[in-house]
T-cell receptor, first 115, second 114 residues
Framework: GAGVSQSPSNKVTEKGKDVELRCDPI?????LYWYRQSLGQGLEFLIY????????KSGLPSDRFSAERTGGSVSTLTIQRTQQEDSAVYLC?????????????FGPGTRLTVL | AQKITQTQPGMFVQEKEAVTLDCTYD???????LFWYKQPSSGEMIFLIY??????QNATEGRYSLNFQKARKSANLVISASQLGDSAMYFC???????????FGKGTRLHILP
């Protein structure tokens, strides 16, 4: 079956504009995660969705960042009034269910460049 | 406090040698899982190996093994007989039983020398 897909693969935007990044998890996966990876850095947790639970938004860096997950499947990460420091690769991952032994499957990422 | 600590920002290893990538973690949960991921220059994240906190045996997957020392809260990745294709960033991660969130370390960049 298909893996995690993300779109667009690359996004170049001007400072101050809003952007939307999309993630399509693996079918049947109940958990969905967003991470941010700045150049040469590790993964910074942003937000986590689990079916039937309130999302864990503890990693969102500011109120310019928001995310939603519709119908327990597709997720959209929205960044409003983008800043240059938002430039990074945004990675989405999904896992089959809860439980410590379930590894995440990652999408290819969206590379965001804010000019 | 850092939940996952990878103390080696970069390593250079001769091809065919074994390499150990360090990872220590911090949790008060009894139930947790530890993961290692590889990120080549292409940017994809590749799952390598998993160790559960209740697993008595060290996990192994081909040339990868996880040296799990629970009392020391250590989960080092061992790659045997390294290959040029092993050059990549390696991330250690932990999933705690309390909230299912997975936290990553800052990574170790491994360079395999011919």
């Amino acid at each position: 079956g298909a893996g995690v897909s993300q779109s667009p693969s690359n996004k170049v935007t001007e400072k101050g504009k809003d952007v939307e990044l999309r993630c399509d998890p693996i079918s049947g996966h109940t958990a969905l995660y967003w991470y941010r990876q700045s150049l040469g850095q590790g993964l910074e947790f942003l937000i986590y969705f689990q079916s039937n639970s309130a999302p864990d938004k503890s990693g969102l860096p500011s109120d310019r960042f928001s995310a939603e997950r519709t119908g327990g499947s597709v997720s959209t990460l929205t960044i409003q009034r983008t800043q240059q420091e938002d430039s990074a690769v945004y990675l989405c991952a999904s896992s089959f269910r809860t439980g410590v032994h379930n590894e995440q499957f990652f999408g290819p990422g969206t590379r965001l460049t804010v000019l | 406090a850092q939940k996952i600590t990878q103390t080696q920002p970069g390593m250079f290893v001769q091809e065919k040698e074994a390499v150990t990538l360090d990872c220590t973690y911090d949790t008060s949960d009894q139930s947790y899982g530890l993961f290692w991921y590889k990120q080549p220059s292409s940017g994809e994240m590749i799952f390598l190996i998993y160790q559960g906190s209740y697993d008595e045996q060290n996990a192994t997957e081909g040339r990868y093994s996880l040296n799990f020392q629970k009392a020391r809260k250590s989960a080092n990745l061992v790659i045997s007989a390294s290959q040029l294709g092993d050059s990549a960033m390696y991330f250690c991660a932990m999933r705690e039983g309390r909230d299912d969130k997975i936290i990553f370390g800052k990574g170790t960049r491994l360079h395999i020398l011919p």
